[in-house]
T-cell receptor, first 107, second 113 residues
Framework: RKEVEQDPGPFNVPEGATVAFNCTYS??????FFWYRQDCRKEPKLLMS???SGNEDGRFTAQLNRASQYISLLIRDSKLSDSATYLC????????FGKGTHLIIQP | DVKVTQSSRYLVKRTGEKVFLECVQD?????MFWYRQDPGLGLRLIYF???????EKGDIPEGYSVSREKKERFSLILESASTNQTSMYLC????????????FGQGTRLTVV
């Protein structure tokens, strides 16, 4: 059984702070890794792919740790608009999504 | 702008009705998926299709069937709707089964009464 686990939160973080959360996966054969963002009552949208060498896009950094089987997402200088649910997705013969981590940025 | 379009945003159906949820994508993707999303349970895969007329069961196929007669269209069918099928249904498509971005439709919130 493919398992992808996330801390559901909510993470309440003051604006401007740095926040990080992880996602663990059980299938060692997993080959692709993604972070999606889902706003309330909206569909998930790709935030970034996660590469073996890590990936940075502005204030967002994603990393992969194959040995410990987890991926991470770091958000620096958080904005109010970062408030959302962040879903990790792991690919191995199909995409399996975590249940999501709810992030609330507070003014 | 790439698009996955679901036919309805909101649906209310009665128990026992046969329900059709339609999904169309304009990206020429071979792979299409149906998920349901429930609070505390996340996204769960119902069915997926890697090609026209091809279908595979996901993690929770019971009570559902699918149809893929054309590449761009993937339909989810609730043979006899039940109240435990009240949920948000999300269709997605992608160029590959798991290596590339999945694009989602806007979702259909189905209520079975």
């Amino acid at each position: 059984r493919k398992e992808v686990e996330q801390d559901p939160g909510p993470f309440n973080v003051p604006e401007g702070a740095t926040v990080a959360f992880n996602c663990t996966y059980s299938n060692s054969a997993s080959q692709s890794f993604f972070w999606y963002r889902q706003d309330c009552r909206k569909e998930p949208k790709l935030l970034m792919s996660v590469y073996s060498s890590g990936n940075e896009d502005g204030r967002f950094t994603a990393q992969l740790n194959r040995a410990s089987q987890y991926i991470s997402l770091l958000i620096r200088d958080s904005k109010l608009s970062d408030s959302a649910t962040y879903l990790c997705a792991v690919g191995a013969d199909g995409l399996t999504f975590g249940k999501g981590t709810h992030l609330i940025i507070q003014p | 702008d790439v698009k996955v379009t679901q036919s309805s945003r909101y649906l209310v159906k009665r128990t026992g009705e046969k329900v059709f949820l339609e999904c169309v994508q304009d990206m020429d993707h071979e792979n299409m998926f149906w998920y349901r999303q429930d609070p505390g349970l996340g996204l769960r895969l119902i069915y997926f299709s890697y090609d026209v007329k091809m279908k595979e069961k996901g993690d929770i196929p019971e009570g559902y069937s699918v149809s893929r007669e054309k590449k761009e269209r993937f339909s989810l069918i609730l043979e006899s709707a039940s109240t435990n099928q009240t949920s948000m249904y999300l269709c997605a498509s992608s160029a590959t089964p798991s290596d590339t971005e999945a694009f989602f439709g806007q979702g259909t919130r189905l209520t079975v009464v």
